[in-house]
């Protein structure tokens, strides 16, 4: 792949979002994920990474800001809203809705595992696109482009109706704080055919629920157990 | 305490901080904690809780930035430098610097136990110092203000002579992620004076550390444990 054909994609993917003048440099090292610059080391590209740890941080305050102005919620309303929308899930959704996949430039070895659909990668990309925005345009296109993808999430998520994958939300959860997985563990299966499950993390007893199916019985554990950690937070903040 | 005085006293506080045209009621906003909220409920204050959580996001965000910008360090780097800048401690010493403790509204129950020289209460009204400044001044007036009080700190930070009291940081984490305190148990006295403890987390082994004098051992002990959950996370991320 030649320098000038990811130019091109990059130009194409800023008109596609519809900003005038961007650093098209700074959307190329946003597009462009580790596994790229590893495997395409002549080209001497910066990684994404470093624009995801900055994204990361616009896209909290960002979102914070209109939390706090816009719908002047409390402090722990704000946390729980933020972290629902700001989630890999909705990230990941966002970043298929501007079709971001489309443009990321990666190493041979990521793409034919699949990577250019992948929540994480699709997420991290995301922020990183936000961060080339914000260093080349400033904050005020920062926060049209947080308003036009996510406003509607943050509509879904003030009215209950954002999905509330709780076991996607936990595992995000310990993968962060704990670098762990929870793990589920499905208990008896009672004789009114409802379904008992536990879950774990590193040994530890999270959380508990019961559903008609195991795949509610796990979900209920693991908002039980998730809910458990927010309250933890809450309390102590 | 009248309306007038505390307008009186907010005014100072921001001529002091050398800050032109800022909001009075924002900054009264800051400085009222939630004791002092709940006091006096016929004042109609709203607590600077709100706030803090906005300025929590604000200060990560200039931090971000700032060792972006201006460091250029890996995200790993920027992560462990802004995580030491952004302390509870770090930001109780600089609350102090701007003497906030003179300012702050406090309730009679917390002014009695000592609230005014609190370092969570003195962080967390940084904090709020900080989004009120940027709600009534702007983005620009913001960064000057934490360039202004924690730009030794980052130089500290970066090149390691920012004091690493261990003990404090795996507490500011375990406390904001699982809601506990580490407990650390003295082990052996050994033939050599050398000292051994342990430290634990719900009865969790975390590490171990070992030195001349018990302080010592204990920091080690933080500092092995502390270690263990950011490479924890950054494996992860």
Redesign the interface.
């Known amino acids: 792949m030649k320098m000038e054909s990811f130019t091109k994609s990059a130009e194409k993917f800023i008109k596609a979002l519809g900003i005038k003048d961007m650093d098209t440099e700074l959307m190329i090292r946003a597009l462009c994920h580790s596994s790229f610059a590893n495997e395409n080391t002549f080209l001497n590209l910066e990684s994404n ?6 994204g ?3 896209l ?2 960002i ?3 209109i939390l ?2 816009e719908y002047s ?3 722990g309303r ?2 729980k809203i933020r972290s629902a929308v700001a989630s890999e899930s909705i990230l990941s959704r966002a970043a298929r809705e501007i079709k971001l996949g489309d443009f990321l430039l990666l190493g041979k070895g990521e793409e034919n595992s699949g990577g250019r659909e992948k929540d994480s990668l699709l997420a991290d990309a995301f922020e990183a696109v936000l ?1 080339a925005i914000y ?1 080349s345009k400033g ?1 005020e296109d920062a926060k049209n482009f947080i308003e036009e993808v996510l406003k509607k999430y943050i509509e879904q998520a003030l009215s209950g109706e954002l999905v509330m994958d709780y076991k996607t939300r936990l595992q995000e959860y310990t ?6 997985r929870p793990e589920y563990r499905l208990k008896n299966k009672e004789e009114d055919e409802t379904f008992s499950v536990e879950v774990y993390l590193d040994g ?1 007893l999270l959380g508990c629920g019961k559903g008609k199916t195991k795949k509610k019985a796990e979900q209920q554990a693991a908002k039980s157990a998730y809910e458990k ?1 927010l ?3 809450e ?3």
Chains 1, 2 share one sequence.
């Open positions: 990474e470093r624009l995801e740890f900055l990361d941080a616009i909290d305050f979102l914070a800001e706090y102005t919620l409390s402090e704000m946390s961060a260093l904050l993968q962060k704080f704990f670098g762990l530890k950690f309250n933890e937070g309390n102590d903040a």
